[in-house]
């Protein structure tokens, strides 16, 4: 008997000693693995400086976290995560557009999309949760609240009129409830859900509709995942092109009326005793509240080098296939840069060169730094790192580097170096940035 259940023990052993072998250690050296992995991944964004988010990013609550691995999987950019020492760990901050795809999925709920500590930050204003800035009755959503992804955007632009209709009254006098400036995601989502709730508002834009997608390439894929617009209902895929949400955003105004003035720049903003005088390019309004869902691109910025005003320098690319057999420069390392530079280059007799400033690109989209890193293996793109353009003439352009001068054989220049942000605007008005709002919110009735 004795005999019996030695046995019985030893073939217990040897079964867990098989299925150890079999599944456990397997997964032990496959997760020692990844960490490996991610630990280079880490070394090499921080060398870079790439770790450390732009904007918004993932906050991870570290006794939380169980290193279960499923917010690394379910990243759409791929790279953002990654598990050190078993806990989930932000890699490539940069690439992180605020998705929140790993905080929905975290099963324990270790993860919350936010911006982290904005104290020192002078590019992004501090706003309360429902978007009220330090002054009362002006709120600010989509990109420059630094929030960019388009959901957050129309989200904010929502949650933004919940909170002025619980404040307020229609009005009846025909008095403005609520002016709205830009006329993007979240502005748009505004004057719907104003319309909605029976508010009387105004949207108004400096360009047209659209936004920040107006200045997208064309066809470019744009993430939205699935989001409930105001009386028009649900955007249910993930992915759509640039024309497609231009159409949405063109029916919803057309069938719902929206009551919209573009090529209307705002001017200044004036407190009054019970709202706001709004000054644009055009007229002058009355408002208790407003919204500012500005775009972070503003207007181009200009390189302020001899040629610039040459019709054949343009700040946007709206159809690379138009373009072919040319030698084209582009300037700038951003996302727009990149992707006008491979959209370029796809394009048959084209030679596409990038001139960039730094010594290397950061903050991409991993599918952008995948595919320049191909493009220039490839040689199918020539990049002159740490360079800046000295002259634009009609047949070439002179950039200079630390090291030499080059004059590059060109017949058109793209020029994405950013935009001249309404900071000196939101100053003037008295929005704070990187500090606490300390001022109590009033109600206008």
């Known amino acids: 008997m004795d005999f019996l259940i030695e046995n019985e023990s030893v073939a217990t052993f040897l079964m867990g000693a098989i299925i150890i072998s079999i599944f456990i250690l397997p997964y032990i050296y496959s997760m020692r693995k990844k960490e490996s992995r991610a630990k280079i991944r880490l070394a090499e964004t921080r060398a870079k400086g790439q770790d450390k988010p732009l904007l918004q990013h993932p906050i991870i609550n570290q006794s939380e976290c169980i290193g279960c691995g499923i917010c690394v999987d379910v990243c759409p950019e791929g790279d953002v995560l990654g598990l050190i020492d078993g806990k989930a760990t932000v890699i490539h901050g940069s690439h992180c557009i605020g998705h929140g795809k790993c905080a929905e999925n975290c ?43 388009i959901r957050n955007a129309i989200e904010h632009g929502v949650k933004a009129i919940e909170h002025i209709h619980s404040k307020t009254k229609s009005s009846k006098n025909g008095k403005l409830d609520v002016i709205i400036v830009g006329a993007g995601p979240s502005g748009l989502a505004a004057a719907l859900q104003s319309i909605e709730r029976g508010l009387n508002y105004l949207l108004i834009d400096q360009s047209d509709t659209g936004g920040t997608i107006l200045h997208y390439p064309r066809q470019k894929m744009t993430l939205i995942q699935a989001v409930n617009i105001p009386l028009f209902g649900h955007l249910k895929e993930g992915e759509y092109q640039k024309e497609v949400l231009l159409d949405y955003w063109e029916t919803m105004i057309r069938d719902y009326k929206v009551n919209i003035h573009i090529k209307e720049k705002l001017i200044g903003i004036t407190p009054l005793p019970n709202g706001f005088k709004i000054s644009t390019s055009k007229n002058e309004y009355d408002a208790k509240y407003v919204i500012l869902a500005l775009g972070r691109r503003g207007t181009p910025r200009k390189l302020g080098v001899p ?139």
Request: hydrophobic share 35%; aromatic share 8%.
């Open 107 to 149: 099963p324990v709920g270790a993860i919350e999309i936010g911006l982290g500590d904005i104290s020192e930050r002078q590019d992004i204003p501090r706003i309360s949760e429902n978007f009220e800035s330090n002054i009362p009755g002006i709120y600010i959503t989509g990109e420059l609240s630094g929030m960019a992804l």
């Open 307 to 445: 040629g610039e005003d040459f019709p054949k320098v343009m700040y946007k690319l709206l159809d690379a296939e138009t373009y072919k057999n040319q030698n084209i420069l582009v300037v700038g390392g951003g996302d727009s840069a990149i992707e006008a530079a491979i959209g370029l280059a796809h394009q048959k007799g084209n030679n596409v060169t990038i001139s960039y400033r730094k010594s290397n690109f950061f903050r991409l989209k991993s599918r952008n730094e995948k595919n320049i890193e191909t493009a220039i293996v490839q040689k199918t793109i020539n990049v002159v790192f740490d360079s800046t353009v000295k002259e634009i003439t009609v047949d070439s352009v002179t950039v200079t580097t630390n090291e030499e001068t080059q004059t590059i054989k060109n017949d058109f220049v793209f020029i994405f170096a950013g935009g001249e942000l309404p900071f000196p605007l939101l100053d003037s008005i008295g929005i704070d940035f990187g500090v606490e709002i300390k001022t109590k919110t009033e109600e206008y009735v």
